[in-house]
Structure formats: C-alpha cells, structure tokens
C-alpha cells in the first residue's frame, strides 16, 4: 500500500446561485477593482488515503465526493492524487 495525497475541489456547477461570489465580487468591485467579474466559492478538501495505487486512490474519493463531500445537484468536483511522500 502506498500513501496518497488527494485534493479535492468542489465548485458550484455554472448557472447556480453563488451568493458568496457575488458578495465578494461586489466587495472587490467597491474596493477598486471594478473589473472583476464571474467570481465563485468553493471549497479545497485535502486527505491523505492507503491505496494500491493512484487509480484505486481516485476511485476511493470519487466514492467519497458522491456520497458526502459534493452535492451532485448543485455542485461539480475534481480530484488530484500525489504521492503523500512527494506531495510533503
């Protein structure tokens, strides 16, 4: 078994309500910069997993995300897999 690193993203799917992203776009405009648009909040989700290799690290997330971390109807997530050893 070999320890893996996974970082996981999870993201509003395009044409959901973002509230946050529109309070801190409108906070970003106010603040002088009056070109930001399309911002979006999200969340990074860090775990380290034994595994028998990268794809089977992947496949544990993925089970993961669809069963608690992600909300499929509202929400889209990417999965990353390091080597923990390399990702220290």
């Known amino acids: 078994m070999t320890r893996y690193r996974l970082e996981i993203r999870v993201t509003p799917r395009p044409g959901i309500l973002d509230p946050q992203g529109k309070a801190i776009e409108h906070a ?22 034994d595994a028998a290799g990268p794809d ?23 999965i990353e897999v390091r080597d923990a050893a390399e990702a220290s």
């Open 56 to 78: 089977e690290a992947r496949a544990e997330a993925d089970a993961m995300c669809r069963k608690l971390l992600a909300n499929p109807v509202v929400e889209d997530y990417a």
């Open 28 to 49: 970003l405009q106010v603040l002088g910069w009056p070109t930001i648009e399309g911002a979006r909040v999200g969340k990074l989700i860090e775990l380290e997993v």
